[in-house]
């Protein structure tokens, strides 16, 4: 069984609640939706979203975390905790994977019955996936490497997970696996243990870009993410060259793969 933790930000840390509750909705009907229903989603959150959508399979799981600053190392390591402590809640669960979602990007319908066929496999990385910026026509598809940019982009086998032997109010950075605060280093990390995950067999996510720049989990400013990825401006030059290639219009059949659907 599939296990999917949902990190969501305080209302306290946000730009706009409302438009995280907007984004957070279509995530989650995208993650219940499903072709297999072998599959529970544990949302870990200071506050509940305000949103009009329920299912059966998902849990909620608050948390009393002191509110991060705006630095970005504080408010990843707020999303961590909550990673953390959504992990220990998912042991009862009895999962074989677990897939930390972003609470704003949308997931391939096929996951869970492709995990669920599975259940002995260390774990996938997502190689190919989506860029999409919000209300546009077109989507941007990313070949290879879309583990490196979206953190909607590992499976990984439950037991390979460290985790605290007791459980804390919060904790340190420090004490985690380095692939639980760094999405991108989990195929190298796990390689290193001889236990490789292997690249998912089809496009598995698709990374939201939200036109207000409110993403469900973190938000930067230009010149934090400038500081972050210098090589980002080049990156954009590159996606700009590409975009004939690489761009294609938005298909009835990737709305309804993804349950990329107009916001609530």
Not at 15 to 42: A, I, K, P
Not at 110 to 115: E, G, H, K, L
Not at 154 to 160: F, G, M, Q, S, V
Request: proline share 6%; hydrophobic share 35%; glycine share 4%.
């Amino acid at each position: 069984m599939l296990m999917f933790v949902i990190p969501i930000k305080s209302p306290k840390v946000s730009t706009s609640w409302f438009e995280v509750c907007r984004l957070f909705e279509r995530c989650l009907r995208s993650v219940c939706n499903q072709t297999s229903l072998d599959f529970q989603v544990l949302v870990v959150c200071n506050e509940k979203p305000q949103i009009a959508f329920n299912h059966p399979k998902v849990k909620y799981l608050e948390v009393d975390f002191p509110v991060p600053s705006t630095d970005y190392f504080a408010k990843m390591n707020d999303r961590s905790n909550k990673v953390v402590f959504g992990l220990l809640a998912a042991s009862k669960f009895n999962p074989s994977h677990v897939m930390i979602v972003d609470a704003d990007d949308c997931i391939s319908k096929q996951i869970a019955a492709f995990v669920n066929n599975n259940p002995q496999s260390n774990g996938w990385f997502i190689d190919k996936g989506y860029e999409y910026i919000d209300g546009s026509q077109k989507i941007y598809i990313r070949r290879k490497d879309f583990y490196k940019m979206c953190g909607t982009c590992n499976i990984i086998n439950y037991k390979l997970f460290t985790l605290p032997e007791k459980q804390k109010t919060y904790y340190d950075i420090t004490e985690y696996d380095a692939f639980l605060t760094g999405h991108s280093l989990s195929k190298e990390i796990l390689a290193e243990r001889g236990t490789p995950i292997q690249p998912l067999p089809f496009s598995g996510t698709i990374y939201i870009r939200d036109r207000v720049g409110e993403s469900a989990t973190l938000q930067d400013g230009w010149l934090t993410r400038f500081k972050r990825y210098p090589k980002e401006p080049l990156r954009g030059l590159k996606r700009l060259v590409l975009a004939p290639i690489n761009e294609q219009n938005v298909t009835e059949h990737i709305r309804e793969e993804f349950s990329l659907h107009p916001l609530q």
